[in-house]
């Protein structure tokens, strides 16, 4: 990879793998003796905020940053052999939901003053309104959800963004995230981001959707993060409109992942109902 040249010089390393390109960075395996890591080079100014937290946090429940410099960020590889989609996918989701919010539990803690520039939720939510307007249905239920939730925000910390199965990894034996969107707003929305995963990832493997599976999530993230049922199912109502307005459009690649969100959306409306 010619982009990363001057970090590979500068910090000593050895290509070790071939490059992998995301929407928002491009990162490469590499070595500096024996040490196994990550290059990653951000693409987007977003990337950059990522960065920001990910050094905020100081390696205490997100994967610690080792060399920084403009673009580039250095990290360890995630070499662990666990993983939180396949826990799910293999009868163990308390677990894998447990553990995810250990880690957002460990990430809320940190109580240093915040990084300058990070995304209010009110403008991580600018999308649904429009969405609303041209689709309607239960995103309507999300935008008034939305519109009740974000003026009387509790616990404000920093947010992961998307804290997930597949953004959270085993880093030798201990869990940690990557790949923050650098939010600020309550907590509690760091917990509705997990519910649709690995569905999200892979349509073709469903879990969430499963029968059951959402009620026993709802259990355990309120009772391994301290959370009121209510406030989370409305969080959930007000974020799953929010994944769906993304998804919404003429790519069939995308109904899938919008099915999924809106049976969330839906299930939550009705928890909330009754």
Known sequence: MSDAGPWLDRWRLDVDGPTIRTANALL?????????????????????????LLEWWGGAGAVPVLERDGPALLMPRASGSRDLAQMARQGQDDLAMGLLCAVANRLHAHRAPPPAHLVPLD????????AVAAHGGILQDSLQQMQELLPDQQQVVPLHGDL?????????GEWLAIDAKALIGERVFDFAVMFGNPDLDDPAQPVALLPGVLDRRLAVVCREAGL??????RWLL?????????????????????????????????????
């Not at 403008?123 to 429009?130: D, G, H, I, K, Y």
């Not at 009121?228 to 199912?233: A, F, G, N, T």
């Not at 007000?238 to 969100?261: E, I, K, Q």
């Open 28 to 52: 490469l395996p590499v070595r500096r003796d024996t040490a196994e890591l990550m290059l990653k080079l951000a693409l987007t100014e977003d990337e950059r905020l990522g960065f920001d």
């Open 123 to 130: 403008q991580w939510f600018r999308e649904l309104p429009a």
């Open 228 to 233: 009121d049922r209510e406030r989370l199912l």
């Open 164 to 172: 997930h199965h597949a953004n959270v990894l085993d880093f030798n």
């Open 238 to 274: 007000a974020w799953s409109g929010l994944s769906a307005a993304w998804f919404l459009g003429d790519d069939p690649v995308d109904r899938p992942r919008l099915a999924v969100d809106l049976h969330i959306a839906e299930w939550a409306a009705v928890r909330l109902a009754g």
